[in-house]
């Protein structure tokens, strides 16, 4: 018998479709609790919400949405670790071809940028079922990713050398250059961002004598061109688009394609058989320059510390953000009733941010302040209202009063550091 998979699209929309009569036992006979199921692995392998699920009957009948937090922490917890086991494990043992990623791992990580390249990665790889390609991550430096597998990498080349950390367009160029000659990926695709990846794709262009796609926001299959894709990109500064057929550098902006979230890969670890040419950098990179984080414009900053009308003590905050070492930000109310700067105002009206961390201490999460915090990678909220919006955005919250969580979260920070000391 065949092992491709069959899609009963009449099936599905009874599973989705809750008022239909057949909707309890289709559920049951998807192998889920019906009255519990909030979500199910469809026929394809693609997780299925219900989003009817979430709440309770109340003793009149209604429904009712739990809104203390204590329902949806519980349902995010389960689901997020159901959804962790229900990834498909995807192994390409002798890939027909290598789509090449070179990510920013700004902080050490792979940014929401990358992943949105190791996604458009997979685009390319994924298109042909009978002939598939691999995903090579090419990693320079130390890094603390441990969960590569799960942004869709089959393959990771990792250089470790020191002689690679910092800014070194130089030696990664040759690496890179190494890399070409031996596994000749299909692609090449960096980052269009000020972190490196833009510089770097522009060297490999030059280096390869290729001409690259610049600002890339979307691919899509197309015969008639050489390589069988074409790109759309932004191009007259930003002003418009431009469509092309897809060459083999690709600089593509964030958000060029969704993330891998339903596939688990291998990120098996590659070798270069050939040794790296030793070369003599004319870049000497000094290291980073501690600033001042209070200095920092928010639009730059990656933590931020945020204050809302929950804000009662101000010395406490202001302590608080230079202990953590945080850039300070504010809501339209903190800067309105003149407790912070108008250029620390976050939001529609303010600076969109895009911190790695933004903590909201004490802000409600009205529509404008969301708006400007969208980009932000991890949110916590600390607010003694669980019902709030911006407990619902945020990835961590902590509810009770902002000055004695800010109190304590100061004083274990003072104690880690000291045991630190101690240590070493
Ligand atoms: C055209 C327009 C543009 C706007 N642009 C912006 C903008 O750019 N940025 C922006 O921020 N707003 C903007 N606003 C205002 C926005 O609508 C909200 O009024 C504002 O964001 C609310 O600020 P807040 O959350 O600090 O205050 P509130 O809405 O008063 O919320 C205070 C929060 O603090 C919590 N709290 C109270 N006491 C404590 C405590 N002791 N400990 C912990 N938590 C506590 C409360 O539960 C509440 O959630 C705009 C409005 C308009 C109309």
């Given at each position: 018998m065949s092992d491709i998979l069959r899609r009963d699209p009449r099936r599905e929309w009874i599973a989705r479709n809750r008022l239909h009569p057949e909707h309890l036992s289709v559920l049951a006979e998807l192998g889920e609790d019906a009255s519990a199921a909030t979500e199910w692995m469809g026929p394809n392998g693609v997780i299925r919400r219900n989003p009817h699920a979430v709440g309770f009957m109340g003793p009149n009948g209604v429904k009712r949405i739990d809104r203390s937090g204590a329902q949806q922490g519980g349902q995010a917890a389960a689901g997020a670790a159901e959804a962790k086991d229900s990834r498909r494990q995807v192994t390409i043992?002798?890939?027909a071809f290598l789509v090449a990623v070179v990510p920013d791992?700004?902080?050490g990580r792979l940014s929401s940028h990358d992943r949105d390249l190791l996604g458009l990665a997979r685009q390319l790889a994924d298109a042909d079922g009978e002939r598939p390609g691999a995903v090579l991550a090419v990693v320079f430096g130390t890094h603390k990713e441990e969960a590569f597998n799960e942004a869709g990498v089959d393959r990771l080349l990792h250089f470790?050398?020191?002689?690679?950390?910092?800014?070194?367009p130089e030696a990664r160029l040759a690496a890179l250059a190494v890399v070409e000659a031996e596994l000749a990926p299909s692609h090449w695709l960096l980052p269009?961002?000020?972190?490196?990846g833009a510089d770097l794709g522009r060297r490999l262009a030059a280096r390869l004598q290729e001409r690259p796609a610049a600002g890339v926001w979307q691919i899509e299959p197309d015969a008639t061109t050489p390589l069988g894709w074409r790109c759309t990109g932004r191009g007259a500064a930003g002003t418009t688009d431009i469509q092309r057929a897809l060459p083999r550098i690709v600089l593509a902006l964030a958000e060029c394609a969704e993330p891998v979230s339903e596939t688990r890969h291998a990120a098996q670890t590659l070798a270069l058989t050939q040794p790296l040419p030793s070369l003599l950098a004319r870049i000497e990179d000094l290291g980073s320059v501690a600033v001042d984080p209070a200095g920092v414009a928010l639009a730059e900053a990656e933590f931020i510390l945020s204050a809302g009308n929950g804000v009662k003590e101000w010395e406490g905050f202001h302590h608080a953000a230079k202990m953590l070492g945080a850039t300070e930000g504010a809501s339209r109310v903190a800067v309105d009733d003149g407790y912070m700067p108008r250029d620390r105002q976050v939001g529609a009206t303010g600076t969109w941010v895009t911190a790695r961390v933004y903590v909201a201490v004490g802000?409600?999460?009205a529509i404008q302040h969301l708006q400007g915090i969208q980009s932000c990678e991890k949110v916590v909220a600390i607010n003694v209202d669980p019902g709030c919006d911006m407990i619902k955005r945020a990835d961590l919250a902590v509810i009770g009063d902002s000055a004695s969580i800010l109190t304590a979260l100061v004083e274990m920070v003072a104690r880690l550091r000291e045991e630190k000391r101690n240590a070493a």
């Open positions: 043992e002798d890939p791992m700004s902080g470790d050398d020191g002689l690679f950390d910092g800014h070194a269009d961002s000020k972190l490196g802000i409600s999460g």
